[in-house]
């Protein structure tokens, strides 16, 4: 059983910011790649960040120098900071995990946090 726990969303203003945090517990062997994705009313979902374990981050050509992606391995946890907010980053902000349990060493697998609302007033 695996739990991805998200925190930190919320309402500011245009042009503000907010730390996204996510912690994922349980009998995980180890987290591959981690990622924020995010879904807008009546959009599908789509990448925001991701980055892997050793560190390499990609991110969304939207939010390229505005978000940043961090994690903390010891803690299994994934950090996005977002600066200089548009209403158009108003979105429900999914945490994902690619991870390997204790009980399938070789098999990875997606897990998702419940998800946190972002929203940017004008």
């Known amino acids: 059983q695996v739990h991805l726990v998200e925190s930190g969303g919320g309402l500011v203003q245009a042009g503000g910011s907010l730390r996204l945090s996510c912690a994922a517990s349980?009998?995980?062997?180890?987290?591959?790649?981690m990622g924020w994705y995010r879904q807008a009313p009546g959009k599908q979902r789509e990448l925001v960040a991701t980055i892997a374990r050793g560190g390499s981050t990609n991110y969304a050509d939207s939010v390229k120098g505005r978000f940043t992606i961090a994690r903390e391995n010891a803690k299994n946890t994934v950090y996005l900071r977002m600066n200089s907010l548009k209403p158009e980053d108003t979105a429900v902000y999914y945490c994902n995990a690619r991870l390997v349990l204790l009980t399938a060493l070789f098999t990875e697998r997606d897990y998702w946090g419940q998800g946190t609302q972002v929203t940017v007033s004008s």
């Open positions: 349980g009998s995980i062997a180890s987290i591959n790649a």
